[in-house]
């Protein structure tokens, strides 16, 4: 949805207002916060309504809903504590939340998913059938898990240089060989692991 940056910026204070106190910010306070008049919020909150951005009940001060789903709570997941995969630890439980926003590493418009097919990851956590989340790049840093291309083949392997034109292409597997690339084989960066993701 296109605001204008004053529309942007009522929509980003009503969002926080309803976050901190659990309703909506009268035309008052809004004004009252960002230095402007009355007037000017109702006919700027007019504007919001006609784009859909919210709705306004008539005769009640504190009324706007938003609608824009951009400015609406995201969904969390609720942490209630800790639990032992070696020795038993007490329950404990946490009042602490994630939004899917904060457990996914990474903006989803910029990111796509692999599936996994194999085993040669397996010491890094990344099993058969997992998705792994990967940013698009062409580059990457020793040691980052890359989808890489050899040969017009792509696999997914720990990168690093093992020299001016050579590289290491590092199953985390032990009974997998590592691949060493060398001219005039040629390697092609497509992607860096960001995430994670398995479905039981």
């Known amino acids: 949805m296109n605001y204008t ?6 929509m980003k204070f009503i969002q926080e207002y309803r976050r901190e106190h659990g309703t909506s910010p009268t035309l008052e306070e809004i004004g009252t916060c960002l230095g402007i008049h009355r007037v000017t919020v109702h006919q700027h909150v007019g504007a919001l309504v006609k784009k859909g951005a ?4 008539a ?6 809903e938003i609608l824009d789903r951009e400015f609406l709570p995201k ?10 995969a ?11 939340a994630f939004t899917l926003d904060e457990l996914l590493p990474i903006d989803p418009s910029n990111a796509y998913l692999l599936r996994v097919t194999g085993e040669s990851m397996i010491e890094d956590h990344i099993a058969d059938g997992d998705l792994v989340i990967v940013e698009p790049r062409n580059a990457a840093r020793d040691g980052e898990i ?5 040969e017009g083949e792509a696999t997914l392997k720990r990168l690093y240089r093992e020299g001016p034109d050579m590289w290491r292409l590092q199953p985390a597997n032990a009974s997998m060989s590592p691949i060493l ?4 084989q040629r390697l092609e960066i ?9 479905r039981y």
């Open 190 to 198: 497509r992607g860096v692991v960001r995430g994670v993701l398995r």
């Open 86 to 96: 070696g020795r038993p630890i007490e329950a404990i439980e946490d009042a602490e």
């Open 5 to 10: 940056p004053k529309q942007l910026q009522i």
């Open 146 to 150: 890359v989808v890489a291309v050899l």
């Open 59 to 64: 005769q009640r001060s504190r009324s706007i």
């Open 75 to 84: 969904p969390a997941f609720r942490l209630l504590g800790a639990i032992a």
């Open 54 to 57: 919210v709705q306004k009940l």
């Open 181 to 184: 690339v060398r001219p005039p």
